[in-house]
């Protein structure tokens, strides 16, 4: 059973605040014809605001008959 909130105006205030402090990742890798963000280096950046306003991340991973997946929540 899943407990949900009666409202998320709280988690849109939080979310609101986290993009507000987010600032841009540099683009120091290159691949494919393009220089790009890695990933490690993206959540790095994210986690410390994250925290901040109580916001985390989770990546899960999954897989059926057709095809593996990650949920990120």
Known sequence: MMNKS???SELFKS???FQGELENVEKA???HGYK???LGHCIDTAK???A???LSVMQLMGRN???QHVLCL
């Open 6 to 8: 009666e409202s998320v």
């Open 52 to 54: 901040a306003n109580g």
């Open 48 to 50: 410390p605001i994250l």
């Open 15 to 17: 979310l609101s605040k």
């Open 65 to 67: 008959m057709y095809l």
């Open 29 to 31: 890798a290159n691949g």
């Open 36 to 38: 790009y963000a890695k």
